[in-house]
Each structure stands twice: as structure tokens, then as C-alpha cells.
């Protein structure tokens, strides 16, 4: 794992921004893997700047977003199909018909998780993963477990991922399950970039760096992935030794 520690989520977000258009340049029909969250909004912000500037053109990529929640509409404001389009999708020429979700309200979850996972497999596999870490590890949803899940999947979230979110769902009961990339299927990404800032987040960070690798702390196992950076804020590596 490559580890980058810069000033700011701005610094980080130029980085990572600047990595995304650099690959879609070199190949326009690039495979993204994207997230949502606050950590990826910087990156979105470069990457739209960017795309204004008349650097970079998105109109041939396709995208996979890791993870949806369950029961929610994709039409509502708080579904992570809603969160792309507001924070990245409207603002650039990308095709939405090459925008790839996990569908939450599917009848039959085992065949959505299928068929997502093929379509990724179809496409090529993803170029680049964009990823956040959340405070107990998590990668995408995948929580705490006894085991490594590889491909996609229902869960249940975990309650500080609840707390996490609950700022999202002011009026409303937050939805308790998610579809989300195994890690597996996040290990598969050719190359994967990560950030994390913030002290909330120092205590993962340094599992997930320096720790053993076990699915108690999901994001452990991007040790084993041979195409990881990591980046972070001062205070997100502040207990790295
Ligand atoms: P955050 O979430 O970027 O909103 O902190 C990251 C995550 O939970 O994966």
C-alpha cells in the first residue's frame, strides 16, 4: 500500500481528481469504480472543473457505484443513484445509460447481485476504485464480519455506520440494509485509490495499514491488493507509526 498524507481534502482531492481524468484520457472508455459519502465530493469537484476546463471528456466511460441502501426509491433524495447525480453525473456529459447501480428494491437480490457482478465482469472490470474507509473499517457496506464476502451482496448495516449516517435522515427512519461490492469484487479493481480524513477516522486507518488482515476490519485486506494509495489528511494519520 502506498500511503500519501497532503494538507488538505482539497490537496487530496486534486490528486485523486487528476488521477481519474488522467486514466479516462488515456482511455476514454475507462471502467469507474465510484462511492459516495462526503470523502469522494473533493474528487468530484476536480473532476467536474476539470471536465469544464475542456480537459477530459466522460461521454464514453461507464461507471459502478459500490453500494446502494435497500427499500429506498432511486428517485429519492437520499438514494446513493440521487447522490451521484446531484454531486457528479448532471454536471458532466456522462452517458447515464452507462451508469451502474446495484438496485436495492429488487425482488430477487441474489439475481441483482449477479447480475451486477457480470455486468462488471462484461465491461472489463474496473480501472480505477475510488473507496472511503468508515469508522469501524467498512469498505463500501461491507461490515465487520466473520468472514470476506466476494461478490456482491444484502446487508445489514452496522450501528456506528447507522449513527454515520443518520445526519442524511433528519425526518425520516434511515434505511437498516444495503447492497454493496463484496471485497472480493473491490479487490478485483485494477487499481484502487483511498481516502480518509479526518480524526474519526485514524483509529481504521492505522488497522487497516498497519494491522492484520481480517474481515473484523474490512479494509484490511487492500493489503493483499497490489495497486492501493492511500490518502490522508494529518489528522486521519495521526496514529500511524
Ligand atoms: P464518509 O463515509 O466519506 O462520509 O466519511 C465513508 C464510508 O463510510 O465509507
Not at 462484461?122 to 480505477?128: I, N
Not at 456482491?152 to 443518520?166: C, D, I, M, W, Y
Not at 425520516?172 to 472480493?184: C, D, F, I, L, Y
Request: hydrophobic share 45%.
Amino acid at each position: 500500500m502506498k500511503v500519501i498524507t497532503l494538507n488538505d481534502e482539497v490537496a487530496i482531492g486534486q490528486a485523486i481528481g487528476d488521477r481519474f481524468c488522467t486514466l479516462v484520457q488515456e482511455n476514454p472508455a475507462a471502467v469507474l469504480g465510484l462511492a459516495t459519502g462526503a470523502s469522494p465530493l473533493p474528487t468530484y469537484c476536480r473532476m467536474i472543473a476539470r471536465f469544464h476546463a475542456g480537459e477530459v471528456s466522460f461521454a464514453k466511460v461507464h461507471t459502478f457505484n459500490l453500494d446502494e441502501y435497500c427499500d429506498l426509491p432511486a428517485t429519492h433524495p437520499q438514494s446513493y443513484r440521487s447522490f451521484m447525480q446531484a454531486q457528479l453525473f448532471s454536471q458532466l456529459n456522462i452517458d447515464l445509460q452507462n451508469t451502474h447501480f446495484l438496485d436495492g428494491n429488487a425482488a430477487d437480490e441474489v439475481a441483482e447481485c449477479l447480475r451486477f457482478d457480470a455486468l462488471i465482469e462484461q465491461l472489463g472490470g474496473v480501472d480505477l476504485q475510488l473507496l472511503g474507509i468508515g469508522r469501524n473499517g467498512h469498505i463500501g457496506f461491507n461490515e465487520p464480519a466473520d468472514a470476506f464476502t466476494l461478490g456482491s451482496f444484502k446487508v445489514q448495516l452496522a450501528p456506528s455506520t447507522l449513527e454515520a449516517n443518520s445526519m442524511y435522515f433528519v425526518d425520516e427512519r434511515m434505511p437498516t440494509h444495503a447492497m454493496t461490492m463484496g471485497v472480493g469484487a473491490i479487490l478485483r479493481a485494477k487499481e484502487i485509490v483511498l481516502v480518509a480524513t479526518g480524526a474519526a477516522k485514524a483509529e481504521a486507518v492505522k488497522a487497516m495499514i498497519q494491522g492484520k488482515i481480517t474481515p473484523q476490519l474490512p479494509a484490511s485486506a487492500l493489503q493483499n491488493h497490489p495497486n492501493v494509495t492511500v490518502y490522508l489528511d494529518p489528522a486521519a494519520a495521526s496514529l500511524l507509526q
